[in-house]
């Protein structure tokens, strides 16, 4: 006999088609009718409050006094909450924040008194292929799901691409499959037995799941009558459950054996064949991606690791005084970073980060964004700054740099660093810690603030005399810097640059001080008016060459004329930017670039190989007629993909690299047709789009960074890059993966939820190889790509924009219906100006030999201004070494609990690895945890070295106890 596992719940968009203040004002009262449910019908067994902890703390900020009967609630098991924080799409957050994610529900989960432990993910677009070992991390055995599993049974099992595997329960009939139960007796009962009659014959067990609840829906008060009737009415039992009950009774029927013989799925669950997976959204308003990866990246790579790593130091190796100021910066780190990944997180439900709301809910979001931003980088910067003040940068009073590197590998590239206090870069050379000079170039000068005086002839020549007496001190630790006097309008115009420096820098400018004090004594002016500029720092470039893996090294400046003789013969070697009309080519060590001067195509000559990669970087514009959920192909579309006139190019060469500059205007189609959809219009605007394309001394890759001035409707932008390879498959970096793409969509999918599209999801880079040679494409955060066949083998297709005007369609032939309500979204069009940052990577061999390149591309190296000082820590060091290099670095965090280092690893390589682990200074013990941070087996004691094997595509999270 079937048990009907009814499951009361209600699905809850945080923020969608209204703003999260007007849905939290629904949710309150959602909340308020269940409590009075509960409170009055005892027979009411059980709510879920959608798989997310968010949604207690949202109500109850606003309404404190419902707090005590939710707790209640909690604990009795009638209302059941988490185990996430906020539902994400999987796709479009990275690895590291879905652990977040789990972790601050996890925190909230505790603090209410119970967390439901299925891995509950009724509505995201799909799911990424190491959820399981994400789900079991956190001791997790069942994922439930409505979308991407296709035709598969009720129950299946799912492995991770390392053999982790967790049972599915599948929402073959999605999450509302008893969601609309009439409200008499016995059409309720029907209703059931509908339900019950649509998923037999897809299960193996005799209990069944119906989920009554749907998006935003209020409980039913008559729930528990219509159940208790139907279980008279029906030939099966009826229960009034919960998800936990369900999956422990599938469970408990299959036994071992049972599971063991259920059908074992691999990789990501991307089937749109029962359920719309949405594409569309890995592109739609790419701002939000980018603006998240940037996030993610800041909190990743530097809030965190650097934060953890400067407490580690000041606590490990500084004196009394140190470890005060250490601690003052680092004490309070971890709330500061909590803080931010909160409002992080509050961006990552599926209807948010995809940019499928309307266009309030995503202005709203930009705040989040910016809370986050400036929380972790004011964590980061402290972090740095105290690391940066226990380095050795020599003696001396010139200004100290130390360059930073968060990447798990060694790493060259161009750092731009702002030196303060600034220095006269004719005066200075820049040193590495061998003594080495490194070329440098001016930027510019930075000024923070400005201020206007007026002052008589008496009074002017006053202070002249009292500056010029002073050395060009003006008040306490400001010295004039520099000085420019004319007459206008019969009054005397000084600017005046002040700088910051405690350290004497001799007497004024004395050209321009004479010319002053000329003026002063001719008596012909007798106003002046002064205006003074604050001199923040000097901004320069240089390339770092071989930063230590997550560690640092340190650089100093040094009087380019020294006083006495020097052997060295030390000079200064600020490079001028050159530049040139008619040279369009760059090159390095590794890599040539030319670009045709009629189209602005590149071609790209591989040194190491002779392998040449013509008619690169193509910009394609199409149409579409989509929505904001799907990108929908015209019937008549027309492909844009030249400009309406040669590009001017520049050529741009000093010390630190070499850059094309490219600029081009596309004449596109302003829109639709605005008669059927099917075309675009006869009316056309300028797309402008400018690039910059670089090769730096020491680095393996082609940099572009392209800014569009969006101003047509309607459509999407794509980069091409051809690559003279006959191949059928790609693969590109996912979660903790890489991932392989099939080389064609499924065939026959009439009468399916939705149309496969070719266009996949990709984290930091896609690459295509024949096994001697390939290419990758690495982005910062541009999460969808295309790979098809081209002219002479296949093209990587970037997107950079898809503009569309509205929520949804219900006149779409890849998806029939609507995906949400049909609403006008007109900021989804992403007018105006737009910057992207990419880069291509020739190699032989496959993805392998580009991984560290693409990785290292994901994040810009950071140089920190110091004086000069001695320090326990030498002037270069690597605070964690991994080898080898398929072992990828994922996090490097404080605990959650306790002190320490936690440290995340996982092998990018589907074979296992014999991994070795070196911190920079001893720790008491190691031992190996879970995702959760719950400790098991140890590793070492009083050490500074683990080792280890590590399954292909495992992650591995190791504890640092410090001795």
Same mark, same amino acid.
């Given at each position: 006999?079937?048990?009907?596992?009814?499951?009361?719940?209600?699905?809850?968009?945080?923020?969608?088609?209204?703003?999260?203040?007007?849905?939290?004002?629904?949710?309150?009262?959602?909340?308020?009718?269940?409590?009075?449910? =509960?409170?009055?019908?005892?027979?009411?067994?059980?709510?879920?409050?959608?798989?997310?902890?968010?949604?207690?703390?949202?109500?109850?900020?606003?309404?404190?006094?419902?707090?005590?009967?939710?707790?209640?609630?909690?604990?009795?098991?009638?209302?059941?909450?988490? %185990?996430?924080?906020?539902?994400?799409?999987?796709?479009?957050?990275?690895?590291?924040?879905?652990?977040?994610?789990?972790?601050?529900?996890?925190?909230?989960?505790?603090?209410?008194?119970?967390?439901?432990?299925?891995?509950?993910?009724?509505?995201?677009?799909?799911?990424?292929?190491?959820?399981?070992?994400?789900?079991?991390?956190?001791?997790?055995?069942?994922?439930?799901?409505?979308?991407?599993?296709?035709?598969?049974?009720?129950?299946?099992?799912?492995?991770?691409?390392?053999?982790?595997?967790?049972?599915?329960?599948?929402?073959?009939?999605?999450?509302?499959? $008893?969601?609309?139960?009439?409200?008499?007796?016995?059409?309720?009962?029907?209703?059931?037995?509908?339900?019950?009659?649509?998923?037999?014959?897809?299960?193996?067990?005799?209990?069944?799941?119906?989920?009554?609840?749907?998006?935003?829906?209020?409980?039913?008060?008559?729930?528990?009558?219509?159940?208790?009737?139907?279980?008279?009415?029906?030939?099966?039992?009826?229960?009034?459950?919960?998800?936990?009950?369900?999956?422990?009774?599938?469970?408990?029927?299959?036994?071992?054996? @049972?599971?063991?013989?259920?059908?074992?799925?691999?990789?990501?669950?991307?089937?749109?064949?029962?359920?719309?997976?949405?594409?569309?959204?890995?592109?739609?308003?790419?701002?939000?991606?980018?603006?998240?990866?940037?996030?993610?990246?800041?909190?990743?790579?530097?809030?965190?690791?650097?934060?953890?790593?400067?407490?580690?130091?000041?606590?490990?190796?500084?004196?009394?005084?140190?470890?005060?100021?250490?601690?003052?910066?680092?004490? !309070?780190?971890?709330?500061?970073?909590?803080?931010?990944?909160?409002?992080?997180?509050?961006?990552?439900?599926?209807? #948010?980060?995809?940019?499928?709301?309307?266009?309030?809910?995503?202005?709203?979001?930009?705040?989040?964004?910016?809370?986050?931003?400036?929380?972790?980088?004011?964590?980061?910067?402290?972090?740095?700054?105290?690391? $940066?003040?226990?380095?050795?940068?020599?003696?001396?009073?010139?200004?100290?740099?130390?360059?930073?590197?968060?990447?798990?590998?060694?790493?060259?590239?161009?750092?731009?660093?702002?030196?303060?206090?600034?220095?006269?870069?004719?005066?200075?050379?820049?040193?590495?810690?061998?003594?080495?000079?490194?070329?440098?170039?001016?930027?510019?000068?930075?000024?923070?603030?400005?201020?206007?005086?007026?002052?008589?002839?008496?009074?002017?020549?006053?202070?002249?005399?009292?500056?010029?007496? #002073?050395?060009?001190?003006?008040?306490?630790?400001?010295?004039?810097?520099?000085?420019?006097?004319?007459?206008?309008?019969?009054?005397?115009?000084?600017?005046?640059?002040?700088?910051?420096?405690?350290?004497?820098?001799?007497?004024?400018?004395?050209?321009?001080?004479?010319?002053?004090?000329?003026?002063?004594?001719?008596?012909?002016?007798?106003? +002046?008016?002064?205006?003074?500029?604050?001199?923040?720092?000097?901004?320069?470039?240089?390339?770092?060459?071989?930063?230590?893996?997550? @560690?640092?090294?340190?650089?100093?400046?040094?009087?380019?004329?020294?006083? !006495?003789?020097?052997?060295?013969?030390?000079?200064?070697?600020?490079?001028?930017?050159?530049?040139?009309?008619?040279? %369009?080519?760059?090159?390095?060590?590794?890599?040539?670039?030319?670009?045709?001067?009629?189209?602005?195509?590149?071609?790209?000559?591989?040194?190491?190989?002779?392998?040449?990669?013509?008619?690169?970087?193509?910009?394609?514009?199409?149409?579409?007629? @989509?929505?904001?959920?799907?990108?929908?192909?015209?019937?008549?579309?027309?492909?844009?993909?030249? %400009?309406?006139?040669?590009?001017?190019?520049?050529?741009?060469?000093?010390?630190?690299?070499?850059?094309?500059?490219?600029?081009?205007? +596309?004449?596109? %189609?302003?829109? =639709?047709?605005?008669?059927?959809?099917?075309?675009?219009?006869?009316?056309?605007?300028?797309?402008?789009?400018?690039?910059?394309?670089?090769?730096?001394?020491?680095?393996?890759?082609?940099?572009?960074?392209?800014?569009?001035?969006?101003?047509?409707?309607?459509?999407?932008?794509?980069?091409?890059?051809?690559?003279?390879?006959?191949?059928?498959?790609?693969?590109?970096?996912?979660?903790?993966?890489?991932?392989?793409?099939?080389?064609?969509?499924?065939?026959?999918?009439?009468?399916?939820?939705?149309?496969?599209?070719?266009?996949?999801?990709?984290?930091?880079?896609?690459?295509?190889?024949?096994?001697?040679?390939?290419?990758? =494409? $690495?982005?910062?955060?541009?999460?969808?790509?295309?790979?098809?066949?081209?002219?002479?083998?296949?093209?990587?297709?970037?997107?950079?924009?898809?503009?569309?005007?509205?929520?949804?369609?219900?006149?779409?032939?890849?998806?029939?219906?609507?995906?949400?309500?049909?609403?006008?979204?007109?900021?989804?069009?992403?007018?105006?100006?737009?910057?992207?940052? +990419?880069?291509?990577?020739?190699?032989?061999?496959?993805?392998?030999?580009?991984?560290?390149?693409?990785?290292?591309?994901?994040?810009?190296?950071?140089?920190?201004?110091?004086?000069?000082?001695?320090?326990?820590?030498?002037?270069?060091?690597?605070?964690?070494?991994?080898?080898?290099?398929?072992?990828?670095?994922?996090?490097?965090?404080?605990?959650?609990?306790?002190?320490?280092?936690?440290?995340?690893?996982?092998?990018?390589?589907?074979?296992?690895?014999?991994?070795?682990?070196?911190?920079?200074?001893?720790?008491?013990?190691?031992?190996?945890?879970?995702?959760?941070?719950?400790?098991?087996?140890?590793?070492?004691?009083?050490?500074?070295?683990?080792?280890?094997?590590?399954?292909?595509?495992?992650?591995?999270? =190791?504890?640092?106890?410090? #001795?």
């Amino acid at each position: 006999m079937p048990t009907l596992h009814v499951v009361s719940h209600t699905h809850w968009d945080r923020e969608w088609y209204l703003t999260f203040q007007q849905f939290r004002f629904r949710l309150t009262r959602l909340v308020e009718a269940l409590l009075e449910i =509960l409170g009055s019908d005892p027979g009411y067994r059980h709510f879920t409050l959608d798989g997310q902890a968010a949604v207690l703390e949202d109500v109850v900020d606003v309404r404190p006094d419902l707090e005590e009967p939710l707790r209640r609630h909690v604990r009795e098991g009638r209302i059941l909450i988490g %185990p996430w924080f906020v539902l994400p799409d999987e796709f479009l957050v990275s690895p590291e924040a879905l652990v977040r994610n789990l972790l601050l529900g996890d925190r909230i989960c505790r603090a209410w008194g119970a967390k439901m432990d299925v891995g509950y993910l009724p509505d995201p677009f799909g799911h990424i292929s190491q959820l399981p070992q994400l789900l079991r991390g956190f001791g997790i055995e069942t994922a439930v799901f409505a979308r991407g599993a296709g035709d598969m049974p009720v129950e299946f099992r799912w492995a991770a691409p390392d053999g982790t595997p967790v049972l599915v329960c599948y929402l073959r009939g999605h999450y509302d499959n $008893a969601a609309y139960l009439p409200a008499d007796e016995e059409g309720a009962a029907r209703a059931l037995a509908e339900a019950r009659d649509s998923l037999v014959p897809h299960t193996r067990v005799s209990h069944l799941l119906l989920m009554q609840g749907a998006d935003h829906m209020y409980p039913r008060p008559d729930l528990p009558r219509l159940l208790s009737a139907a279980d008279v009415l029906l030939p099966d039992r009826v229960l009034h459950s919960t998800l936990p009950a369900y999956v422990a009774a599938v469970r408990a029927e299959l036994g071992e054996d @049972g599971l063991e013989r259920l059908p074992l799925l691999a990789g990501e669950m991307r089937d749109p064949s029962r359920a719309p997976i949405l594409p569309g959204v890995l592109s739609t308003r790419m701002w939000i991606k980018q603006r998240n990866h940037a996030c993610q990246t800041l909190l990743e790579r530097w809030a965190e690791p650097f934060g953890a790593l400067a407490e580690g130091v000041v606590r490990g190796c500084g004196d009394t005084a140190t470890r005060r100021r250490g601690d003052a910066v680092t004490s !309070s780190a971890s709330s500061y970073i909590r803080r931010a990944w909160r409002y992080l997180l509050e961006n990552h439900p599926h209807d #948010s980060i995809c940019g499928c709301s309307v266009d309030q809910v995503h202005r709203e979001m930009a705040t989040r964004f910016d809370w986050c931003e400036q929380l972790g980088e004011e964590v980061a910067r402290a972090a740095l700054e105290t690391l $940066a003040a226990q380095v050795d940068t020599g003696e001396g009073d010139l200004p100290a740099l130390v360059v930073f590197n968060p990447s798990s590998s060694p790493r060259t590239d161009r750092v731009i660093a702002r030196v303060t206090p600034p220095v006269d870069p004719a005066e200075v050379m820049l040193l590495s810690p061998e003594g080495t000079p490194v070329p440098f170039r001016v930027l510019r000068h930075t000024f923070r603030s400005e201020m206007e005086m007026q002052f008589d002839r008496e009074t002017m020549a006053q202070m002249v005399a009292q500056t010029a007496a #002073s050395g060009g001190v003006v008040w306490g630790e400001w010295r004039i810097a520099g000085l420019q006097t004319r007459v206008a309008d019969g009054v005397g115009q000084v600017a005046v640059t002040v700088t910051r420096n405690p350290i004497p820098t001799g007497p004024l400018p004395l050209e321009p001080t004479r010319q002053l004090q000329a003026l002063l004594e001719e008596g012909a002016v007798s106003q +002046y008016r002064v205006r003074i500029r604050e001199e923040e720092a000097l901004e320069v470039a240089f390339v770092a060459r071989d930063v230590p893996p997550l @560690g640092y090294t340190g650089y100093r400046f040094l009087p380019s004329v020294p006083p !006495s003789p020097s052997p060295r013969g030390l000079r200064t070697l600020n490079f001028e930017l050159r530049t040139s009309n008619s040279e %369009p080519a760059i090159e390095n060590e590794f890599l040539r670039v030319e670009a045709d001067p009629q189209t602005g195509l590149l071609t790209v000559l591989d040194k190491g190989t002779g392998w040449s990669l013509p008619d690169c970087h193509r910009f394609v514009d199409g149409g579409d007629r @989509g929505d904001e959920y799907n990108y929908c192909r015209l019937e008549q579309d027309l492909l844009v993909d030249s %400009p309406v006139e040669p590009p001017t190019v520049r050529r741009e060469a000093d010390g630190v690299g070499q850059s094309l500059v490219l600029q081009m205007t +596309y004449r596109v %189609p302003e829109g =639709l047709d605005p008669a059927d959809r099917s075309g675009r219009s006869a009316e056309t605007v300028e797309l402008p789009i400018a690039v910059r394309v670089t090769l730096t001394p020491g680095v393996r890759r082609v940099d572009f960074e392209t800014t569009v001035d969006n101003r047509a409707r309607d459509h999407r932008l794509r980069v091409h890059f051809p690559v003279p390879l006959a191949v059928g498959r790609a693969c590109a970096e996912g979660h903790w993966d890489v991932v392989e793409w099939p080389p064609d969509l499924p065939a026959d999918t009439e009468g399916g939820a939705e149309q496969p599209v070719p266009t996949r999801p990709q984290r930091g880079w896609t690459s295509i190889s024949d096994g001697a040679r390939g290419v990758t =494409l $690495a982005n910062r955060g541009l999460p969808e790509v295309e790979v098809l066949q081209g002219r002479a083998g296949v093209e990587i297709a970037l997107t950079l924009l898809r503009c569309v005007g509205w929520l949804s369609r219900d006149d779409l032939p890849c998806r029939p219906g609507h995906a949400g309500p049909g609403l006008p979204v007109e900021e989804a069009q992403c007018p105006g100006r737009h910057t992207f940052r +990419y880069a291509l990577i020739p190699h032989a061999g496959d993805w392998r030999m580009a991984l560290v390149e693409a990785t290292a591309f994901q994040t810009d190296l950071r140089a920190i201004p110091t004086s000069a000082h001695p320090g326990p820590l030498p002037p270069s060091l690597s605070f964690i070494r991994v080898e080898p290099e398929m072992l990828q670095v994922s996090a490097v965090k404080p605990p959650e609990e306790g002190e320490g280092l936690i440290l995340r690893l996982w092998n990018a390589d589907d074979r296992p690895v014999e991994g070795s682990i070196r911190l920079w200074r001893p720790f008491a013990r190691a031992v190996q945890i879970d995702l959760a941070e719950r400790e098991g087996d140890p590793l070492a004691h009083n050490a500074d070295r683990v080792a280890l094997t590590i399954r292909g595509r495992e992650v591995v999270t =190791l504890r640092f106890y410090y #001795s």
